[in-house]
């Protein structure tokens, strides 16, 4: 047990890095904030739910994990596995949900499951990986076309109900939106890698929308404070129903936070990651996430390599990306407020791209039979059908 709790040793470089680690955190907060209120928006629970997320689960996961530089929040993959859960069940069912998983992530820690993720084959992890980016810039359709996504369908069938039923002139206004949005951020890392190209995006986005008075929907109102702490309330029959789809969210959350602890590892210098630790970690983030209104948090793949490029080598990085959107939240709500909802699906939609390795592909498919045939089946049951059978068929095929 001793060693699944913070210790002195996470901070032993402090002294030698806290600069690297400020400007890093700094860094991680600027990158985060659109990403937090995209992944709340496209999941269903809402802006403010991602925010919060990102606040609560990024500071907790920081100082419990098992990765020095592992950063936490909203990821797409958990808004893919929420969305359908939000439209079954209702927003009021996330709290209770987010709070049992947790608890299912943490007993995995301490009971010593962290390392059963290593068995996961490849191909499933590269096919999952495909299925949700394809799935994550689906769910932008309907806002990028300024339409509502079709209750009760699944991503693919309600982005084609929205394309064809789309009203053109209403579309034309958001997808220009878009398209501005995906050329600064693909344009503007060309002009120099320090530009945090999302947020400038999303800041030149809005001040274009509210100068030319373009009428297209915006977030809306945001908390300009922390929710106070509550207990969701659990009675036995919400638990016996909604205990399928934690546990669905708790497996994802555990695979996807342990495989970004992997990798950040090999692009550290800090050292190895301990997997029960991080799964403590992630689990007590989750718990503490829907005590305060969040959702599911796991590590965040691009947030950590984001993190581990800008210099980070201790906990403090994540803890002040933390604190950088905790400024948000008390400070600067109001103009946040104002982004345009097609902006954020802009950014989603370029983030979906980035997710896919083109080289990666290309080797598995050239790879072996069984391999491609692995990784074929997990993308295609993933953006189909639903993520964690994707992985399941996934892993009995490959055996």
Known sequence: MPRLLPHRADYAELPRSWRRDVLAGVTVGVVALPLALAFGISSGVGAAAGLITAVV??????????????????????????????????????????????LVVLTAGITGLGRAVTFIPWPVIEGFTLGIAMIIFLQQVPAAFAQQAPAGERTLPAAITVIAQADWTSAAKTLGVVAVVALLMIALPRLHRAIPESLTAVIVVTLLVSILHIPVAAIGELPSHLPAPLLPHADLGALRTLLGAALAIAALSAIESLLSARVAATMSPTGPYDPDRELVGQGLASVASGVFGGMPATGAIARTAVNVRSGARTRVAAI????????????????????????????????????????????????????????????????????????????????
């Open 57 to 102: 689960a990024g500071l907790v996961a920081a100082v419990f994990g098992g990765s020095h530089v592992q950063v936490s929040g909203p990821t797409g993959a958990m808004a893919v596995v929420l969305a359908p859960i939000v439209a079954q069940h209702g927003l009021a069912s996330i709290a209770l949900v987010t709070v049992v998983a947790g």
């Open 320 to 399: 002040v990306h933390s604190l950088v959107l905790l400024g948000v939240v008390y400070l600067a709500t109001g103009p946040v407020s104002t982004i345009p909802l097609a902006a954020l699906a802009g950014v989603l939609m370029v983030t979906s791209f980035r997710m896919i390795s083109a080289g990666t592909v290309r080797k598995i498919l050239r790879s072996t039979r069984s391999d491609a045939l692995t990784f074929v089946l997990t993308a295609v049951v993933t953006v189909c059908f639903d993520l964690i059978e994707a992985v399941e068929i996934g892993i009995v095929v490959a055996a």
